[in-house]
Antibody
Framework: QVTLRESGPALVKPTQTLTLTCTFS??????????VTWIRQPPGKALEWLAV???????FYHPSLKTRLTISKDTSKDQVVLRMTNMDPVDTATYYC????????????WGQGALVTVSS | DIVMTQSPDSLAVSLGERATINCKSS????????????LAWYQHKPGQPPKLLIY???SRESGVPDRFSGSGSGTDFTLTISSLQAEDVAVYYC?????????FGQGTRLEIK
């Protein structure tokens, strides 16, 4: 059974760095073609793709956020970590981690999401 | 970036009737090497994560009721719910995973008339 769970602070102050951890089970990020991505949704707005890390370590970031984002994986712990620096109130959103089983597939399993509020 | 535009923004349909949502991409999401469209549809209900309904423009994800179907290719796509059920009330998103940054449509809110 595939599961993903996001964890991290619910509240961060402006200019701080957000660190979110995605802990997963039921699949391996060492398996060819598997990827984990982060997607967020500000309140009342649409979904926004942030970053992806592939089974082979390849990483891609949203160009508009590239300077602020870092994605990494720890396959021994079955975790993917997203760091976002210089947080701003506009970054208030529910952050989801998701996975796909291959490059030809969409994001099939999602975590429940972590609401992060940026406020002083 | 590929811009995904959905229509309509909201839709009210009677129970048992057909619901149709359209999605247009600003450039083709058809990968010529394998003739697959990298287009998915998600259903999003409040308090839940999005649920994958359709991938490859027309392939139904395992466990998704067959009243949900996807069609189209290239830049124009459609999600159809053949007979609307009360549990289908949600926001629906199209999504291109053809290239990065991956992008989503603005969402279509589906309600019961």
């Amino acid at each position: 059974q595939v599961t993903l769970r996001e964890s991290g602070p619910a509240l961060v102050k402006p200019t701080q760095t957000l660190t979110l951890t995605c802990t997963f089970s039921g699949f391996s990020l060492n398996t060819s073609g598997v990827s984990v991505t982060w997607i967020r949704q500000p309140p009342g707005k649409a979904l926004e793709w942030l970053a992806v890390i592939d089974w082979d370590g390849d990483k891609f970031y949203h160009p508009s956020l590239k300077t602020r984002l870092t994605i990494s994986k720890d396959t021994s712990k079955d975790q993917v970590v997203l760091r976002m620096t210089n947080m701003d109130p506009v970054d208030t959103a529910t952050y989801y981690c998701t996975r796909r089983r291959g490059y030809n597939y969409a994001w099939d399993y999602w975590g429940q999401g972590a609401l992060v509020t940026v406020s002083s | 970036d590929i811009v995904m535009t959905q229509s309509p923004d909201s839709l009210a349909v009677s129970l048992g009737e057909r619901a149709t949502i359209n999605c247009k991409s600003s450039q083709s999401v058809l990968y010529s090497a394998n003739n697959k469209d990298y287009l998915a549809w998600y259903q999003h209900k409040p308090g839940q994560p999005p649920k994958l309904l359709i991938y490859g423009a027309s392939s139904r994800e395992s466990g998704v009721p067959d009243r949900f179907s996807g069609s189209g290719s290239g830049t124009d796509f459609t999600l159809t719910i053949s007979s609307l059920q009360a549990e289908d009330v949600a926001v629906y998103y199209c999504h291109q995973y053809y290239n990065n940054p991956q992008t989503f449509g603005q969402g279509t809110r589906l309600e019961i008339k």
